[in-house]
């Protein structure tokens, strides 16, 4: 074999091997699987602090202080998505819709200004 050939050869192997190993890891994300259009949002007056985790996400995110309405989407595959909001004022409420349609609304804060919302998607 030829030097030329054989860089050609491992080449190819090593673009097939990162190409397999991406769709693994992409399975879970709703490419080669289900996906849904996921939304989440928080309405109310005033600011609030806001933490969420869109399924497929390694660690939550968090919104300080920000000011009301609030929204974040993104297309995901399965697992948990989570909004949870603290600081909130009476009349604030959290809602995730899935392609369009609500799954979950919580409209009372408790007496330290938290209410959270959650939906778990599955095949």
Request: aromatic letters at 10%; proline letters at 5%.
């Amino acid at each position: 074999m030829k030097f030329p050939t054989f860089r050609t050869y491992a080449a190819s192997l090593l673009t097939a091997g990162s190409l397999a190993a991406a769709a693994v890891s992409l399975t879970g994300c709703g490419v080669f699987g289900h996906s849904w259009d996921v939304k989440m949002e928080v309405t109310g007056p005033g600011s609030a602090d806001v933490g969420y985790s869109f399924s497929g996400d390694n660690s939550p995110r968090t919104t300080f202080a920000g000011k009301l309405p609030w929204n974040k989407a993104q297309n995901v595959g399965f697992g948990f998505n989570n909004l949870a909001v603290t600081s909130a004022q009476p009349g604030t409420v959290c809602r995730i819709y899935v392609d369009g349609k609500l799954k979950d609304e919580q409209k009372k804060p408790d007496a330290k200004g938290t209410l959270s919302c959650s939906v778990h998607l599955k095949d």
